[in-house]
C-alpha cells in the first residue's frame, strides 16, 4: 500500500485545499507506507505530533474532551496510536500514558526548549519546575505545581476574565467545535472540558474520573493523582506553554509585519 501526499508540488493553499488534504494525510501510517517526510503544509492545520499516528481527529478530540489527554504538541505519535487501540476505560488510557512516560517527558522537554519569548518567562520557569520534579521522580509534586500554574495561561489563552462563572466558562472553552479548516488550536484547549468537570465534595459529588482541577485544589484525594493522573497534568502544562509561545510568534509577526508596510 502507498501514500501519496496530495500538497505535493503545491506552493500556495486554499482553505478548502486544506481541510482537503488533512483528511488524507491523517491516514499515514509509516508502519504501512514506510517513512514518508512531513509535508511543508502539514503544520497549518495539524500539530506535528500528530505526524504518522494515523489517529483521525474524531477519535483525538475524544482522547482530550472525554479523557482530558493533552493529545496537541507533547504527545509522541507512537503514543497517540496506542492511545487510540487502547481499551474505550479511562484507566486504559492512562496505562498507555504510564507505559509511554520516558516518550512523553522526552517530547515535553523538547517542546519546553522552544519556548523562548521573553513575554512568559515566568511561565517558563514554571514549566521548568514541574519538569525538574517529575524528572526526579515526584510525580505528585509535578502535578500539583502544574495544576496550579496552568490557570492564568488559561485565562490568557481564552481571553476568559477570572470572576464568577470562570471555571465554567473554561470549561466551555474546551468544548468548543473545531474549525473545519485550520482545527489544531481547539485541540489544545479541549482538555479543558475534563479538567473544569464541576465537582463540589461538599454536596457529595463523585470525584470526577478523569483529572480534575477542582480535586487537586479543593479536595485532594491522593487516590486521584494516580501516575496517569500527574502525567497528564503535566503535559497539560507544557502543552499550553508551548501553544503560548506561538501564539506569540503569530504576534510579533504581525507586528513586523505592519511594522513594513
Wanted: charged share 20%.
Amino acid at each position: 500500500m502507498t501514500f501519496s501526499d496530495p500538497s505535493a508540488g503545491h506552493y500556495t493553499a486554499t482553505f478548502p485545499q486544506l481541510r482537503d488534504w488533512g483528511l488524507i494525510w491523517d491516514t499515514y501510517d509509516p508502519a504501512v507506507h514506510g517513512a514518508h517526510r512531513m509535508p511543508h503544509f502539514y503544520t497549518v492545520a495539524r500539530h506535528e505530533n500528530w505526524w504518522g499516528s494515523a489517529v483521525q481527529m474524531d477519535l483525538l478530540l475524544v482522547l482530550a474532551k472525554e479523557h482530558g489527554i493533552p493529545v496537541a504538541w507533547i504527545t509522541p505519535a507512537q503514543t497517540l496510536s496506542s492511545l487510540a487501540a487502547a481499551g474505550a476505560d479511562h484507566d486504559d488510557k492512562l496505562a498507555v500514558l504510564v507505559d509511554s512516560e520516558d516518550g512523553i517527558q522526552a517530547l515535553c522537554r523538547l517542546k519546553l526548549d522552544e519556548c523562548t519569548d521573553e513575554w512568559i518567562a515566568g511561565e517558563v520557569e514554571a514549566g521548568e519546575r514541574a519538569m525538574a520534579a517529575w524528572s526526579d521522580g515526584h510525580r505528585e509534586a509535578a502535578a500539583c505545581l502544574a495544576v496550579a500554574g496552568v490557570e492564568q495561561m488559561l485565562h490568557n489563552l481564552t481571553h476568559v476574565p477570572r470572576g464568577r462563572g470562570a471555571h465554567k466558562r473554561l470549561q466551555k472553552a474546551g468544548t468548543k467545535k473545531p474549525n473545519d479548516y485550520l482545527p489544531k488550536h481547539q485541540y489544545v484547549l479541549a482538555p479543558l472540558n475534563a479538567f473544569y468537570t464541576p465537582y463540589n465534595p461538599g454536596k457529595g459529588d463523585a470525584v470526577p474520573t478523569a483529572l480534575s482541577r477542582h480535586a487537586v485544589v479543593h479536595h485532594l484525594p491522593l487516590s486521584h493523582l494516580s501516575p496517569g493522573h500527574c502525567i497528564i497534568a503535566v503535559m497539560l502544562l507544557i502543552s499550553i506553554i508551548r501553544e503560548t509561545q506561538e501564539r506569540y510568534d503569530d504576534i510579533r509577526d504581525d507586528l513586523l509585519m505592519q511594522a513594513s508596510d
